[in-house]
C-alpha cells in the first residue's frame, strides 16, 4: 500500500472528505496539520499550489477534488468503493462533488474582510434565503430529496455523500463567524442527510476521538461508543 | 455504448474538450445547440454544457469530459487512466487549468474595452493569477519524457490544456496577446 500523508490546516475544511474517506476506508496514512505560521513559511515554496496537498511515496500533489477522488478509489466501505468504477455511476458521483465544492465559492473572498462586523455582514449577505450559499444549500436538499435510500446517490455511500457532510457540517460547525449553526435547518433532507452519515459506524468512529471544537457537529448525536 | 447528446452553444468553450473525446474515441454522438433562453427555465438551475446520456441530463462540464474520456479509446488507450494514480495526476493538472482559466471568467462580463484589456494584462503578467498556473504547467509539461502531460499517452489533461491554455495563444481573447 502507497504512504499517503495529507498536509492541511487543523480545521475541517476542503481536506476533511479526503481525511473521513482515508478514515472510513481503514487506509493508514500521516495527518500532517499546518498553523498559519507555518503554511506561512512553506507557501512560497510550493506557489501557485495551495492546501490540501497529498504525498503518495514521496510525490506531492495538490487540488482537493482530484486527492479526494484518488482516495475515494482506494478507500472501501463495506465492500463498496466510495467512487463508482462504473463510468455513469462516476459521471453522477462527479457532478455532484463539483456542485457541493462550488459551495464554498462564495464565502473564500469573506476570509480577507479584516472587519468583524463587516465580515459577518457579508456572510449574513450569503446566507439569507435565495443568497447564494443558501440556494447552494438549497439544491443540494433537493437533489437528496430524489433519494429513497438516504445516501445522496446509488443507494450507497460514496465521494458524494463525504461532500455533502463534511462542507454542511463545516457551515453548522458555529466557528464561521456571522454563519449561524442553525443555518440550514429549514433544508430537511439535508438535516436527515447529516444524521444519517454522522451514524455510520466507521464515521463515528473517525469522529468519537476529535477534540477540535469544530468537529462537535461532526458527531453522531447518539450515544457515544464509549 | 450510450446515447449522447453534447447540448451547448455553438462555440468551443466549455464542451470542446468532451466533443473533442468523443470524436479522437470514434464515439458518435449528436452536437446540440439549443434555444438556450427557452431551455434555461425548464433545467435551472443547470447550466450548459450539458450532456444527455441515454435520455438522461448531466451537468459539470469537467464531470462530463472525464465521463468521455474513460469510454474514448485514443490508439488503444482510454483517454482517462484506469491506473488510480495516473488518473491523480491527470486530475490534478485538469483541476489546475481550471485554476489558470478562473480569475478571467468576471473579465468576460467588463463592458468597457480598454477596461478589460487593462484587467487581461494584469492576470497575465509574469507572476499574475493566470501567468502563474499557466508557468506550473509548463514545468510540469518540461518534465515530461513522452511529450505528453502525464505518462507516455494522450489524456484528457493533453486536451484540456490544448483547448484551455493554448487556444488564447490565438489571440482569441482581447488584451491577451499570443
Redesign the interface.
Known amino acids: 500500500m502507497q504512504q499517503l500523508k495529507v498536509t492541511y490546516f487543523a480545521f475541517p475544511g476542503r481536506a476533511e472528505p479526503i481525511r473521513l474517506a482515508l478514515g472510513v476506508g481503514g487506509i493508514d496514512f500521516e495527518d500532517c496539520v499546518l498553523g498559519p505560521e507555518a503554511w506561512e513559511e512553506m507557501k512560497p515554496k510550493v506557489s501557485p499550489l495551495q492546501l490540501p496537498l497529498l504525498n503518495v511515496d514521496g510525490k506531492t500533489v495538490s487540488q482537493s477534488i482530484a486527492i479526494n477522488r484518488y482516495v475515494c478509489k482506494l478507500a472501501k466501505v463495506d465492500g463498496n468503493p466510495l467512487y463508482p468504477q462504473d463510468p455513469f455511476e462516476a459521471l453522477l458521483v462527479d457532478e455532484l462533488v463539483d456542485k457541493v465544492s462550488d459551495g464554498l465559492d462564495p464565502l473564500v473572498p469573506t476570509w480577507d474582510i479584516e472587519d468583524a462586523k463587516e465580515r459577518e455582514a457579508k456572510r449574513a449577505e450569503l446566507m439569507v434565503k435565495g443568497g447564494p450559499i443558501e440556494k447552494w444549500a438549497a439544491h443540494i436538499d433537493g437533489e437528496l430529496a430524489k433519494s429513497t435510500s438516504g445516501f445522496a446517490l446509488l443507494d450507497q455511500l460514496t465521494m458524494a455523500d463525504l461532500y455533502i457532510f463534511t462542507y454542511v457540517c463545516f457551515f453548522r460547525s458555529g466557528k464561521l463567524d456571522g454563519i449561524p449553526q442553525d443555518s440550514f435547518d429549514h433544508l430537511s433532507h439535508l438535516c436527515l442527510h447529516r444524521e444519517k452519515i454522522a451514524d455510520i459506524p466507521q464515521v463515528k468512529v473517525y469522529y468519537n476521538d476529535k477534540t477540535f471544537p469544530a468537529y462537535a457537529c461532526f458527531k453522531s448525536s447518539q450515544a457515544s461508543l464509549h | 455504448m ?1 446515447v449522447l447528446k453534447v447540448i451547448y452553444f455553438p462555440i468551443a468553450g466549455r464542451a470542446e474538450p468532451t466533443r473533442l473525446a468523443l470524436k479522437l474515441g470514434g464515439i458518435d454522438f449528436e452536437d446540440s445547440n439549443p434555444n438556450w433562453p427557452e431551455m434555461k427555465p425548464k433545467v435551472a ?1 443547470l447550466q450548459l454544457p450539458l ?1 444527455e ?1 441515454d435520455g438522461k441530463l ?3 462540464s ?3 469530459t ?2 468521455a474520456c ?2 474514448a479509446k485514443f490508439e488503444g488507450k482510454p483517454l482517462y487512466p484506469e491506473d ?2 495516473q ?3 491527470v ?2 493538472l ?3 487549468v481550471g ?1 489558470f482559466f478562473a480569475p478571467l471568467i468576471p473579465t468576460f462580463s467588463i463592458a468597457d474595452q480598454k477596461e478589460k484589456e487593462a484587467k487581461r494584462a494584469e492576470l497575465t503578467v509574469k507572476g499574475g493569477p493566470c501567468e ?2 499557466a508557468a ?1 504547467i509548463d514545468g510540469v509539461l518540461a518534465k515530461s519524457s513522452s511529450g505528453f502531460a502525464v505518462g507516455d499517452s494522450l489524456t484528457m489533461a493533453d486536451l484540456v490544456i490544448f483547448l484551455n491554455i493554448n487556444s488564447y495563444r490565438t489571440g482569441m481573447l482581447d488584451g491577451i496577446s499570443p
Do not use: C, G, H, T
Open positions: 450510450p438551475p450532456l446520456v448531466v451537468s459539470q469537467i464531470a462530463q472525464r465521463y474513460k469510454l488510480p494514480f488518473a491523480l495526476l486530475d490534478e485538469v483541476d489546475k485554476d502563474k498556473w506550473n
